[in-house]
């Protein structure tokens, strides 16, 4: 089984920075795609960035250049590194994983797996 916990959220002002984390309590290894979700109030969840088995990542334009997704397949853990936040960016954050390819995955409830979430909020 896979049990995913996001941590790392917080308020923060624009123009800061955050990094969440997502800890992997079930397998020892999990070689599937893993993916950062958000939902804002009043909207659907959208995704963020995604990791592959092989490490090749892919991120929203939104976020692009200011958004780093890594993991450490040692500590089971997923991160998300946010830099110049914008107050666009507040939203409740889902880590989210499953054993097929990341290119075979579009919206969060494809997904099998993901965690409760974690809330950053950004202020201007």
């Known amino acids: 089984q896979v049990q995913l916990a996001e941590s790392g959220g917080g308020s923060v002002q624009a123009g800061g920075s955050l990094t969440l984390s997502c800890v992997n309590s079930g397998y020892r290894y999990f070689s599937g795609c893993m993916a950062w979700f958000r939902q804002a109030p009043g909207k659907g969840r959208v995704g963020v960035a995604s990791?592959?088995?092989?490490?090749?990542?892919r991120y929203a334009d939104s976020v692009k250049g200011r958004f780093t997704i890594s993991q450490d397949n040692l500590k089971k853990t997923l991160y998300l590194q946010m830099n110049s936040l914008k107050p666009e960016d507040t939203a409740m954050y889902y880590c989210?994983?499953?054993?097929?390819?990341?290119?075979?995955?579009?919206?969060?409830?494809?997904?099998?797996?993901r965690g409760q979430g974690t809330q950053v909020t950004v202020s201007s």
């Open positions: 989210l994983a499953d054993w097929r390819s990341c290119v075979d995955l579009r919206a969060a409830d494809e997904y099998e797996y």
């Open positions: 990791i592959a088995k092989d490490g090749s990542t």
